[in-house]
T-cell receptor, first 115, second 116 residues
Framework: AQKITQTQPGMFVQEKEAVTLDCTYD???????LFWYKQPSSGEMIFLIY??????QNATEGRYSLNFQKARKSANLVISASQLGDSAMYFC????????????FGKGTMLLVSP | SQTIHQWPATLVQPVGSPLSLECTVE??????LYWYRQAAGRGLQLLFY??????ISSEVPQNLSASRPQDRQFILSSKKLLLSDSGFYLC???????????????FGPGTRLLVL
């Protein structure tokens, strides 16, 4: 079975600062994918960034980057230069190497960006 | 480009009434489709997934059911709603391989259901 742990129920950051959202995972599969989603107050889940277990480099997408430490089984999301619009829930998820595309989600971290 | 629609956006229903939530996807063929439920302040729980027309797999036993009458249509139903069915229902789609990145799930806007 797979498991995602997000230990930070809430995080606060000031505008223009960087913030790191923690995610640790547990899987016995040798091949897996890690995903981060953003859920603003409107409710829609927005895909942010992906990291594959065999990717040599950490993923980056604009202001989002993933600090992937495979030996520690962590995949922390780093948001640089925070903006007010970054205030939202953030979910980490893992996809195992199986016949269909299923995701296991963590419980999420609420990020609040202050002016 | 692909888009995913859900309706209604918000629904208030009495206990014991039926339910039908609809999800449609545009711009892709033979997608995998998913129904998730999110209780207030909680993570996502996968309810059903479908890899093709008429093919439905249930992850959690409950009084809900799902159907896929067309390739890009996914319906979540109930004959009699319970109070515990209240929540935020999200539909998602994905396509198969060859990489995990290619299999990213994309979500619709969701339906907020309140059962009174």
């Amino acid at each position: 079975a797979q498991k995602i742990t997000q230990t930070q129920p809430g995080m606060f950051v000031q505008e223009k600062e960087a913030v790191t959202l923690d995610c640790t995972y547990d899987t016995s599969d040798p091949s897996y994918g890690l995903f981060w989603y953003k859920q603003p107050s409107s409710g829609e889940m927005i895909f942010l960034i992906y990291q594959g277990s065999y990717d040599q480099q950490n993923a980056t997408e604009g202001r989002y980057s993933l600090n992937f430490q495979k030996a520690r089984k962590s995949a922390n999301l780093v948001i640089s230069a925070s903006q007010l619009g970054d205030s939202a829930m953030y979910f980490c998820a893992i996809k195992r190497n199986s016949g269909y595309s299923t995701l296991t989600f963590g419980k999420g971290t609420m990020l609040l960006v202050s002016p | 480009s692909q888009t995913i629609h859900q309706w209604p956006a918000t629904l208030v229903q009495p206990v014991g009434s039926p339910l039908s939530l609809e999800c449609t996807v545009e711009g892709t063929s033979n997608p995998n489709l998913y129904w998730y439920r999110q209780a207030a302040g909680r993570g996502l729980q996968l309810l059903f997934y479908s890899v093709g027309i008429g093919q439905i797999s249930s992850e959690v036993p409950q009084n809900l059911s799902a159907s896929r009458p067309q390739d890009r249509q996914f319906i979540l139903s109930s004959k009699k709603l319970l109070l515990s069915d209240s929540g935020f229902y999200l539909c998602a789609w994905s396509v198969d391989g060859p990489t995990f990145r290619r299999e990213t799930q994309y979500f619709g806007p969701g339906t907020r259901l309140l059962v009174l």
